[in-house]
């Protein structure tokens, strides 16, 4: 079976988008994702993104981790697939329903309201989440946040200084976190402005991520480090987030469609 794809990126964090709206798709498994994400053998991404009908909702979009682990959400995704889907839509995730709206060169989505309680995080024991009383080495007293899928954020002097290539799989293994976590390392660099770094669970340091600049804004915010609206700076650039305390978050940011192809199925099945 031949199966087209559109290879997408925002900020860097790059994507093998299926669209299986109106052609059926065979099921996705682990080793299936993880064939087609592999950089060498496959042909490469952080996630694959399976596109799906929804019953109540525009589509569904379906997350795998270049790891081949299916997650719940991925904004700078959400972004791509707005761009490639046109219009505005409301969208079904394992995260949670979000909302996309294509921009001039990339999209704004509505991400959901974040979630603080230690069980919707989840945690594997009830503590504080603002911060929690926790540390891994020189990083400690994070804080925790769900944006449809799991992080912890911690705040320091220097994000560059930071070992997330060491400490990064150490904290998203931990078991505190029973579904893994991302980690996730800000700097307050200028007014309403962050620098930001993001050890992806599943994939590890990436270019940009769009959930995690969502998080680390609202733990700022949450924190009086800035005021509703805050640029966050990634390897790959900048995105843009509002949130105001009991609302949903608002993420806009580029996105780019970097080529299209077809492989055989079989191949990587």
Request: aromatic content about 8%; overall charge negative.
């Amino acid at each position: 079976m031949r199966v087209p794809f559109v290879k997408m990126h925002g900020l860097g964090n790059d994507f093998v988008v299926l669209d299986g709206r109106e052609m059926d798709l065979p099921a996705v498994c682990e080793d299936f994702a993880r064939a087609i994400a592999d950089r060498h053998t496959g042909i490469g991404c952080d996630q694959l993104i399976v596109l799906e009908p929804s019953e109540g909702h525009d589509f569904r979009m379906r997350i795998f981790n270049s790891d081949g682990g299916e997650v719940e959400a991925c904004g700078n995704a959400s972004r791509a697939v707005a761009l490639l889907h046109g219009k505005p839509a409301r969208v079904e995730t394992a995260g949670g329903i979000i909302a996309l709206e294509p921009t001039a060169g990339g999209a704004s989505v509505d991400m959901g309201i974040p979630r603080f309680d230690w069980d919707a995080i989840p945690l594997d024991y009830p503590m504080d989440t603002n911060p929690m009383p926790l540390g891994w080495g020189p990083l400690k007293s994070p804080s925790a946040v769900n944006v449809g899928n799991p992080h912890v954020v911690f705040f320091v002097p220097d994000v560059w200084a930071s070992a997330l290539d060491t400490l990064g799989p150490d904290i998203e293994t931990d078991p505190v976190f029973p579904q893994g976590v991302n980690v996730n390392v800000a700097q307050l660099i200028g007014a309403n402005h962050l620098q930001l770094r993001v050890w992806e669970r599943g994939a590890g340091l990436t270019r940009a991520c769009g959930t995690g600049a969502c998080a680390a804004a609202v733990v700022a915010i949450r924190k009086g480090f800035v005021g509703e609206t805050v640029r966050v700076s990634l390897p790959g650039g900048d995105l843009t987030i509002q949130w105001r305390e009991g609302s949903s978050i608002r993420m806009t940011g580029p996105a780019t469609e970097a080529f299209r192809g077809s492989f055989e199925w079989d191949d990587f099945a």
